[in-house]
């Protein structure tokens, strides 16, 4: 069991400096953390470096992408681009399902409550 708190905290550290690039070219600051509309929303840049208490997209990789690359179905840099592809195509601030959808599309695999759509 150690051994794979290890593997997900060195995924994690690694996951973390690409998902901080992404996350600076938004800048988004959260005025009102922990609002009502919080849970609904994703908002890329929503970080640390841009003074906020959390990472958006960090929890979304640990909580919804990173149990899909230990279970084999997703490769690391894939669950990245495709954060990445979500945040550069949707607008601004997300509806979390919206953003769940496009993650389970582009990668193939469930996200969140999101299934893939067949195409």
């Known amino acids: 069991m150690k051994n794979a708190a290890l593997t997900k ?11 901080d690039k992404i ?6 600051k959260d005025e009102k953390p922990n609002g009502e509309q919080d ?5 890329c840049g929503q970080c640390q470096k841009n003074g906020n208490s959390y990472s958006e997209l960090e929890y979304i990789f640990e909580h919804d992408l ?6 084999g179905l997703i490769k690391q840099e894939q669950a990245i681009r ?3 592809k979500a945040c550069k195509e949707l607008p601004v601030r997300k509806e979390r ?13 469930a996200v969140g409550k999101a299934t893939p759509k067949s195409k």
């Not at 550290?13 to 690409?18: F, G, H, T």
């Open 9 to 19: 905290g060195v995924a994690m550290a690694l996951a973390k400096v690409d998902i």
């Open 23 to 28: 996350s600076e070219r938004y800048h988004y």
């Open 39 to 43: 849970s609904k929303l994703v908002a």
């Open 66 to 71: 990173y149990p899909l690359i230990q279970a």
């Open 82 to 84: 495709a954060l990445d």
């Open 97 to 109: 399902t919206e953003f769940h959808q496009f993650l389970a599309d582009t990668l193939g695999q």
